[in-house]
């Protein structure tokens, strides 16, 4: 149920604590976080998302009471939890809208399910609320990759694009709890563009997520390109992200074409992302940075991003803007989420 992380121990915690849950659709991560963001404890459990809203939220509830206990601290000794989860959603009503990671089917939907409220009711004690790459932003920027920066971009790259963005220690949430879903930014208005797992077209998403590096593998191996990777599917293997990364980093020509294609499709959002908000730096994470920091295919993902930044964006935020990986990993969720309920605790 647990995993190895560098924590601190209860007495060198800065109070007031929080909790910070990372909800997604197939594990939940949860931690005590204390004043300076570090964490007193890590705990992770599966969603089970098919079995229903309120069977997950009490697996959340639980996996709270945990990690408390895990701390060595008690319920009294935290000053709020903090809840990121996947959107749409309405922030200020603490409801899910329909969301796109999450089973909507039947008796068991999560459409319009009130995930706050009745997270606070399990746990006897307030929830702070907002869109978990909104929260994985808000950890960066906290105590990561943004830290020293006053605004910043994070995208999150996986099954689909998360974004968040914090311009002066605010997050960009909007009027209708939609802001900063920069994977879904149009790069291609023509009636044959690429469809989104949002169900509409054109979106970066479809372009740069792992579902859409799937997909235009998928299309290239049906039209006979030739590759590596055919011979790794017929032995077996499955054909994501990181099998295509393997082969580019084997030489194979086909998969660097891909790795590269799509570090062109996420230079052309971000320019898009950096005309409009102007932020100080714009960091990548997720599952799907090939590598990251820590790999030469990372690192050329990184600079064909930044080449496409340099051609197409005005020449003084092409020069002044950073892009970099993000730091923080799998645990900027739940920090970030922790971070976002030391915003509203402050503010009451």
């Known amino acids: 149920m647990t995993e190895k992380r560098r924590l601190i121990s209860r007495n060198d915690a800065k109070t007031p604590l929080f909790v910070g849950v ?32 309120d069977h997950s939220t009490q697996r959340m509830g639980d996996a709270v009471a945990t990690a408390i206990a895990e701390a060595g601290l008690k319920p009294a000794d935290i000053a709020r939890v903090g809840l990121g989860s996947p959107g749409p959603m309405d922030i200020q009503q603490g409801i899910l809208l329909k969301p796109v990671n999450l089973k909507n089917e039947g008796q068991n939907g999560w459409k319009g399910f009130p995930i706050r409220d009745k997270l606070a009711e399990i746990c006897g ?31 999150t790259l996986g099954t689909g694009i998360g974004c968040g963005i914090i311009v002066d220690d605010k997050l960009i949430a909007g009027a209708h709890s939609h802001g900063a879903e920069c994977g879904h930014i149009i790069l291609d208005h023509g009636d044959d563009a690429r469809m989104c797992g949002c169900g509409k077209t054109g979106h970066l998403e ?20 030739e590759t590596s990777l055919s011979k790794r599917i017929a032995d077996g293997a499955e054909l994501t992200p990181k099998l295509v990364a393997e082969e580019a980093e084997n030489g194979d020509p086909l998969s660097l074409e891909i790795v590269m294609e799509t570090a062109k499709y996420m230079g052309v959002g971000i320019v898009t992302v950096m005309h409009t908000i102007d932020p100080e730096c714009v960091m990548l994470g997720g599952a799907m940075t ?50 976002i309920a030391r915003l509203e605790h402050s503010a009451r």
């Not at 609320?129 to 990759?145: P, Q, R």
């Not at 740069?208 to 590096?213: G, H, K």
């Open 290 to 339: 090939f590598g990251g920091a820590g790999s030469d295919l990372g690192r050329r993902f990184l600079d064909r991003i930044k080449e496409e930044v340099a051609a197409r964006a005005f020449p003084a935020l092409a020069e002044k803007t950073i892009i970099d990986f993000a730091t923080l990993g799998a645990d900027a969720g739940f920090i970030g989420a922790a971070g």
């Open 125 to 155: 004690m307030p929830v702070a609320f907002n869109n978990d790459a909104n929260a994985a932003a808000y950890g960066e920027y906290w105590v990561g990759s943004g830290r020293e920066y006053d605004s910043m971009v994070l995208f």
């Open 206 to 225: 479809a372009y740069a997520s792992a579902t859409a590096v799937i997909r235009y593998t998928q299309q290239l191996l049906d039209a006979g390109r």
């Open 22 to 53: 990372d909800l997604g659709g197939t594990n939940i991560k949860v931690g005590v976080v204390d004043d300076l963001g570090r964490a007193l404890s890590w705990v992770s459990v599966s969603t089970e998302v098919e079995k229903g809203p």
